[in-house]
């Protein structure tokens, strides 16, 4: 699926996914994956080892607690969920993201319409 | 809550195969699961497998990549949860503090009070015992003497001994010093005295004194002529203005002395010493090895060790003595390292402290571990239902003992400020008595010690609650209603506690009678003389003494009529030396018989020392104005030199000679000394010794002993008031000599410093110790009233009498009381024989102290059972009942 197209992801913005991909619930490492990947349908390139990088860091951090539990297809897998703090980040760090982004797609439509 | 104990358990069974076994797992599942759905999605199974390999980039770089952030992710997690649950328990603890603050604040209060007293003497300890002296490779410096036929130590050199044993080869260098003096200076036009000493060229390098300018002088200096010295820190900022050139010189009134350099503040020796004179005793060499007015330090080379120096030195000695048979002090050398003759007795006393502290802070957190106990039954409840929760033993046992934990921190806290303060009050009253006093300061290890404390008697307090109270039976304790004492047998554990307590204080307040005992039967001794006698210290000093005799009588008699002369004095002499005040001692021999070995104070007085001194005649005469320095020479005697010297004779118009004792006359036998009279015995060196030999002789037949004498003066009110007086008309004998004034009784008051120091901290604790058991009595049967508020309301309800209530408190409380005072009387005939050195005129098995102190003890206890037995009595049934 990586193709020509897909977009290098800016830094940071991946913890920021992670987290609010598990805000819909608890998920083993590979359902983050595909569930990034069927949601940007396919235009970001999340690297499997950069993403497991990423949520070892992040339960270092305290983000994200992890348990050994079973899939749908019963295999056993490590199942990573939001923690308290998890949760005020995602908060916080969505807010910053929003706020950055409308202003950075602000003066890019400036700049469009001064052309 | 188990999950984190069971990754402290993997952590120390390698937990790092465990965690890299853990995220290959994750990686295996991640690769299964994108191959079945890329295989669903049409490709082969091993197209499948490359392309899930392929995207976690380079697959074996990024495992182990993926394999490091695991374990750090471990580690932080492990870090946080350890720390996470201790800041809950702390935060737990404070909760529990306000809920109880009547328990956190008598807690807090025993704790600061227990850490505080053992912080306080700790330091004093480790100041002043522990520490090396302040010099480089302090362990290395020895004070040396010899020993005497009985291997008894004489403490002090001849300098004809030191010029021998100098020369052993387990020594690195050495010195010797005499004893510190009192040395007239003449600063402007005004005089002063500093405390001086007389040392060997080598003094310096054996100490490796640090100076602040200039440099330590040496045998060259001291040989070569030129008058030069050594001053203190404190005298060259305070008499040359801290001059770097040292351009002026010392001056006393006949000499200047070129100043050589500065001894930094705490690096001079002896203690308190501000100049220091180099001397070259071979000169004018002294060859009379009885001769014993030095002190001797030495460094041993460092390769030798101190018994080893000890083995050298005593076969040198050995050698002397049989070539020689005058060396007396030559059976055997005693070295001690410098420290520890510094200090001297004080460290016996210190010894006695520290374990007295810490029986203290034993009996705080035995205190503390009761009442805390019996409050604990009343939260059995919580840990019941927190344990059903699922709260681990281990974690319920981690919370309690943080509890605690807090409790010691900041009674820590506390602690170290009644600790700086008592420091600075001790310092205050006795610091010109206690040995090192100067060096006493509070420090990094000083707080490092207390924290470490803290910690220790807060985790002593809390781990027998923890241990009892976590125990619980979950079932029996819910069906009871949590009424508590269901752990059954009715607080057995707390009653123990208190038993020791109780115990441990009658040891305290044992030693502090045993003390306080000793200390009435060494003031209640006879020390033979009159001490409300004011003294006038003053040396002759200057051209128009040091050669004419007839100028210093003069001097002499015009101070003693000027003191005579001040309205209500009722006797005034002088004397060389005084009692209690560095005395001369030499050897006697009696006309008509061989050498006799024994040895008396040899005393320089005027003839009305002894009515000035009240000293009682008690047969002959004392000296008079029949004495003179043409009529034939004269001494009086003590009754112990009486009694040692002339068992069953008559000792009026025997005649005796010191040997060799007048300066400048060494090897010449001394001339022959009518004894004229007898006197009562004095204490010389304070109430704590015996009576020594003393014979004295009259001033004016011994010129050369007139140059530093003391003036004592009694007059018909305080000898203190007398001071300024006697300094005014001492200035106008002469301005240009300094006197010392100061009493007799200050001098004896200084004698007994370290023992009422001693006694005075011991009587404290031991109250403290007292007071916390009463405390822990009354806690621990309060608490148990309350518990049994049911049960005795039933009794009440059933028509008990208030008697038989009371009885029931009483005998549960009195039976506690007196386990603790059994063991506390076997425990102190156990220990008050440790303490025998320091006892004088009481046995260590009184039975007049031990009953006294249990009875003392057995009071204050029994207040403590009585209120909440009372209390117990008073309770109405009907609201008791209805309160559950």
Same mark, same amino acid.
């Given at each position: 699926?990586?193709?020509?197209?897909?977009?290098?992801?800016?830094?940071?913005?991946?913890?920021?996914?992670?987290?609010?991909?598990?805000?819909?619930?608890?998920?083993?490492?590979?359902?983050?994956?595909?569930?990034?990947?069927?949601?940007?349908?396919?235009?970001?390139?999340?690297?499997?080892?950069?993403?497991?990088?990423?949520?070892?860091?992040?339960?270092?951090?305290?983000?994200?607690?992890?348990?050994?539990?079973?899939?749908?297809?019963?295999?056993?897998?490590?199942?990573?969920?939001?923690?308290?703090?998890?949760?005020?980040?995602?908060?916080?760090?969505?807010?910053?993201?929003?706020?950055?982004?409308?202003?950075?797609?602000?003066?890019?439509?400036?700049?469009?319409?001064?052309? | 809550?188990?999950? @984190? &104990?069971?990754?402290?358990?993997?952590?120390?069974?390698?937990?790092?195969? /465990?965690?890299?076994?853990?995220?290959?797992?994750?990686?295996?599942?991640?690769?299964?699961?994108?191959?079945?759905?890329?295989?669903?999605?049409?490709?082969?199974?091993?197209?499948?497998?490359?392309?899930?390999?392929?995207?976690?980039?380079?697959?074996?770089?990024?495992?182990?990549?993926?394999? $490091?952030?695991?374990?750090?992710?471990?580690?932080?997690?492990?870090?946080?949860?350890?720390?996470?649950?201790?800041?809950?328990?702390?935060? %737990?603890?404070?909760?529990?503090?306000?809920?109880?603050?009547?328990?956190?604040?008598?807690?807090?209060?025993?704790?600061?009070?227990?850490?505080?007293?053992?912080?306080?003497?700790?330091?004093?300890?480790?100041?002043?015992?522990?520490?090396?002296?302040?010099?480089?490779?302090?362990?290395?410096?020895?004070?040396?003497?010899?020993?005497?036929?009985?291997?008894?130590?004489?403490?002090?050199?001849?300098?004809?001994?030191?010029?021998?044993?100098?020369?052993?080869?387990?020594?690195?260098?050495?010195?010797?010093?005499?004893?510190? &003096?009192?040395?007239?200076? #003449?600063?402007?036009?005004?005089?002063?005295?500093?405390?001086?000493? %007389?040392?060997?060229?080598?003094?310096?390098?054996?100490?490796?004194?640090?100076?602040?300018?200039?440099?330590?002088?040496?045998?060259?200096?001291?040989?070569?002529?030129?008058?030069?010295?050594?001053?203190?820190?404190?005298?060259?900022?305070?008499?040359?203005?801290?001059?770097?050139?040292?351009?002026?010189?010392?001056?006393?009134?006949?000499?200047? &002395?070129?100043?050589?350099?500065?001894?930094?503040?705490? +690096?001079?020796?002896?203690?308190?010493?501000?100049?220091?004179?180099?001397?070259?005793?071979?000169?004018?060499?002294?060859?009379?090895?009885?001769?014993?007015?030095?002190?001797?330090?030495?460094?041993?080379?460092?390769? #030798?060790?101190?018994?080893?120096?000890?083995?050298?030195?005593?076969?040198?000695?050995?050698?002397?003595?049989?070539?020689?048979?005058?060396?007396?002090?030559?059976?055997?050398?005693?070295?001690?390292?410098?420290?520890?003759?510094?200090?001297?007795?004080?460290?016996?006393?210190?010894?006695?402290?520290?374990?007295?502290?810490? #029986?203290?802070?034993?009996?705080?957190?035995?205190?503390?571990?009761?009442?805390?106990?019996?409050?604990?039954?009343?939260?059995?409840?919580?840990?019941?239902?927190?344990?059903?929760?699922?709260?681990?033993?281990?974690? *319920?046992?981690?919370?309690?003992?943080?509890?605690?934990?807090?409790?010691?921190?900041?009674?820590?806290?506390?602690?170290?400020?009644?600790?700086?303060?008592?420091?600075?009050?001790?310092?205050?009253?006795?610091?010109?008595?206690?040995?090192?006093?100067?060096?006493?300061?509070?420090?990094?290890?000083?707080?490092?010690?207390? *924290?470490?404390?803290?910690?220790?008697?807060?985790?002593?307090?809390?781990?027998?609650?923890?241990?009892?109270?976590?125990?619980?039976?979950?079932?029996?304790?819910?069906?009871?209603?949590?009424?508590?004492?269901?752990?059954?047998?009715?607080?057995?554990?707390?009653?123990?506690?208190?038993?020791?307590?109780?115990?441990?204080?009658?040891?305290?307040?044992?030693?502090?009678?045993?003390?306080? @005992?000793?200390?009435?039967?060494?003031?209640?001794?006879?020390?033979?003389?009159?001490?409300?006698?004011?003294?006038?210290?003053?040396?002759?000093?200057?051209?128009?003494?040091?050669?004419?005799?007839?100028?210093?009588?003069?001097?002499?008699?015009?101070?003693?009529?000027?003191?005579?002369?001040?309205?209500?004095? +009722?006797?005034?002499?002088?004397?060389?030396?005084?009692?209690?005040?560095?005395?001369?001692?030499?050897?006697?021999?009696?006309?008509?018989?061989?050498?006799?070995?024994?040895?008396?104070?040899?005393?320089? #007085?005027?003839?009305?020392?002894?009515?000035?001194?009240?000293?009682?005649?008690?047969?002959?005469?004392?000296?008079?104005?029949?004495?003179?320095?043409?009529?034939?020479?004269?001494?009086?005697?003590?009754?112990?030199?009486?009694?040692?010297?002339?068992?069953?004779?008559?000792?009026?118009?025997?005649?005796?000679?010191?040997?060799?004792?007048?300066?400048?006359?060494?090897?010449?036998?001394?001339?022959?000394?009518?004894? !004229?009279?007898?006197?009562?015995?004095?204490?010389?060196?304070?109430?704590?010794?015996?009576?020594?030999?003393?014979?004295?002789?009259?001033?004016?037949?011994?010129?050369?002993?007139? %140059?530093?004498?003391?003036?004592?003066?009694?007059?018909?009110?305080?000898?203190?008031?007398?001071?300024?007086?006697?300094?005014?008309?001492?200035?106008?004998?002469?301005?240009?000599?300094?006197?010392?004034?100061?009493?007799?009784?200050?001098?004896?008051?200084?004698?007994?410093?370290?023992?009422?120091?001693?006694?005075?901290?011991?009587?404290?604790?031991?109250?403290?110790?007292?007071?916390?058991?009463?405390?822990?009595?009354?806690?621990?049967?309060?608490?148990?009233?309350?518990?049994?508020?049911?049960?005795?309301? !039933?009794?009440?309800?059933?028509?008990?009498?208030?008697?038989?209530?009371?009885?029931?408190?009483?005998?549960?409380?009195?039976?506690?009381?007196?386990?603790?005072?059994?063991?506390?009387?076997?425990?102190?005939?156990?220990?008050?024989?440790?303490?025998?050195?320091?006892?004088?005129?009481?046995?260590?098995?009184?039975?007049?102290?031990?009953?006294?102190?249990?009875?003392?003890?057995?009071?204050?206890?029994?207040?403590?059972?009585?209120?909440?037995?009372? /209390?117990?009595?008073?309770?109405?049934?009907?609201? $008791?009942?209805?309160?559950?």
């Amino acid at each position: 699926m990586a193709t020509d197209d897909t977009l290098p992801l800016l830094k940071g913005t991946l913890d920021l996914l992670i987290l609010k991909t598990l805000s819909w619930g608890p998920m083993h490492g590979y359902a983050i994956a595909t569930w990034l990947e069927e949601r940007s349908r396919g235009t970001l390139g999340v690297d499997d080892s950069a993403l497991y990088q990423a949520l070892q860091r992040m339960e270092g951090r305290g983000w994200l607690a992890a348990e050994w539990g079973t899939s749908d297809n019963n295999r056993r897998a490590r199942y990573y969920k939001l923690t308290a703090a998890g949760r005020q980040r995602l908060r916080s760090e969505s807010e910053t993201w929003l706020r950055y982004t409308k202003s950075v797609t602000a003066i890019l439509a400036v700049a469009e319409r001064g052309s | 809550m188990t999950r @984190r &104990y069971r990754r402290l358990v993997d952590l120390a069974l390698g937990g790092r195969h /465990r965690i890299d076994d853990e995220m290959d797992q994750e990686i295996d599942a991640h690769v299964e699961m994108r191959i079945a759905d890329l295989v669903r999605g049409g490709m082969s199974p091993d197209e499948a497998r490359a392309e899930a390999r392929r995207r976690f980039g380079d697959f074996d770089a990024a495992r182990r990549r993926l394999h $490091a952030a695991a374990r750090q992710r471990d580690a932080s997690v492990r870090n946080r949860d350890v720390l996470g649950s201790v800041v809950a328990d702390l935060r %737990t603890a404070t909760r529990q503090a306000k809920r109880a603050p009547g328990f956190t604040a008598i807690a807090i209060g025993a704790l600061a009070l227990g850490l505080g007293a053992t912080t306080a003497i700790f330091t004093l300890v480790e100041r002043i015992v522990l520490r090396p002296l302040p010099f480089p490779h302090a362990e290395q410096l020895l004070a040396v003497s010899g020993l005497d036929s009985a291997s008894r130590e004489a403490f002090t050199v001849s300098s004809a001994d030191w010029l021998d044993w100098r020369s052993s080869t387990a020594l690195q260098s050495s010195a010797i010093y005499s004893f510190p &003096y009192r040395q007239g200076i #003449v600063a402007g036009d005004s005089a002063m005295r500093l405390t001086a000493v %007389t040392a060997t060229g080598g003094m310096f390098r054996v100490l490796g004194s640090h100076f602040v300018v200039g440099r330590p002088f040496t045998e060259s200096d001291a040989s070569d002529g030129t008058p030069t010295v050594v001053i203190s820190e404190r005298v060259w900022r305070q008499m040359f203005g801290a001059d770097p050139q040292l351009s002026m010189p010392l001056r006393t009134a006949t000499r200047a &002395y070129r100043i050589l350099g500065v001894v930094a503040s705490d +690096q001079g020796f002896p203690e308190g010493v501000d100049v220091w004179f180099p001397v070259d005793v071979t000169v004018q060499a002294d060859p009379v090895r009885v001769n014993i007015n030095w002190l001797m330090i030495a460094r041993r080379r460092g390769d #030798v060790s101190t018994d080893q120096a000890w083995a050298a030195l005593t076969g040198v000695a050995r050698g002397i003595r049989e070539r020689d048979p005058t060396a007396i002090y030559d059976y055997g050398v005693a070295t001690k390292s410098l420290t520890n003759s510094v200090i001297g007795d004080v460290s016996s006393y210190f010894r006695m402290l520290i374990a007295t502290v810490g #029986v203290v802070l034993l009996i705080v957190c035995a205190n503390i571990a009761a009442s805390s106990m019996a409050r604990a039954q009343a939260r059995a409840r919580e840990m019941a239902v927190r344990s059903s929760l699922g709260a681990a033993r281990v974690r *319920l046992v981690q919370q309690m003992l943080l509890e605690h934990v807090w409790l010691g921190l900041v009674g820590g806290c506390l602690g170290l400020g009644l600790a700086w303060a008592s420091i600075r009050g001790v310092l205050a009253v006795w610091g010109d008595r206690i040995p090192r006093a100067n060096e006493v300061t509070m420090d990094g290890r000083v707080f490092a010690f207390a *924290l470490a404390l803290s910690i220790v008697a807060g985790a002593l307090s809390g781990i027998i609650p923890a241990m009892r109270v976590t125990r619980v039976s979950l079932s029996g304790l819910l069906q009871s209603g949590g009424r508590g004492s269901a752990a059954g047998g009715r607080n057995l554990a707390g009653a123990s506690l208190v038993s020791l307590e109780i115990a441990l204080a009658l040891l305290l307040l044992t030693g502090a009678g045993l003390l306080l @005992r000793s200390f009435r039967s060494v003031l209640s001794r006879d020390i033979g003389f009159d001490t409300d006698v004011a003294t006038a210290e003053a040396a002759l000093s200057g051209p128009l003494y040091a050669t004419d005799t007839l100028r210093r009588y003069a001097y002499w008699d015009q101070l003693l009529a000027e003191l005579r002369a001040i309205p209500g004095v +009722q006797g005034a002499a002088v004397s060389q030396w005084i009692p209690l005040g560095l005395t001369g001692q030499g050897f006697v021999d009696v006309e008509g018989r061989d050498a006799t070995g024994m040895g008396a104070v040899y005393r320089t #007085v005027s003839e009305d020392f002894f009515r000035t001194l009240r000293i009682p005649l008690v047969v002959g005469r004392t000296f008079g104005a029949e004495d003179g320095s043409t009529t034939p020479r004269v001494a009086v005697i003590n009754r112990v030199m009486a009694q040692r010297f002339f068992p069953g004779e008559n000792p009026i118009g025997r005649r005796i000679r010191a040997r060799s004792q007048e300066p400048g006359l060494h090897g010449q036998p001394a001339p022959w000394l009518t004894i !004229v009279g007898v006197v009562g015995d004095i204490r010389t060196y304070g109430l704590e010794s015996d009576a020594r030999a003393e014979m004295y002789v009259d001033f004016r037949q011994t010129p050369r002993r007139t %140059t530093s004498m003391t003036a004592l003066v009694r007059g018909s009110t305080s000898a203190a008031n007398l001071l300024g007086e006697i300094r005014q008309r001492a200035r106008r004998v002469d301005p240009n000599i300094a006197v010392d004034v100061g009493t007799l009784e200050d001098r004896l008051h200084a004698t007994l410093a370290t023992r009422s120091l001693a006694m005075s901290l011991l009587s404290a604790f031991a109250a403290v110790a007292a007071l916390l058991a009463a405390l822990g009595i009354y806690g621990v049967l309060s608490f148990a009233v309350a518990q049994r508020t049911r049960e005795l309301a !039933v009794r009440s309800a059933l028509g008990a009498r208030r008697g038989q209530l009371l009885s029931l408190v009483l005998s549960a409380g009195l039976k506690v009381a007196l386990i603790g005072l059994a063991f506390g009387i076997v425990g102190a005939l156990g220990l008050s024989r440790t303490m025998k050195a320091l006892l004088v005129g009481v046995t260590p098995f009184d039975p007049l102290t031990y009953t006294g102190a249990a009875v003392m003890l057995g009071i204050v206890v029994l207040a403590a059972i009585l209120v909440p037995a009372v /209390r117990a009595t008073r309770m109405d049934p009907v609201i $008791a009942l209805q309160a559950e």
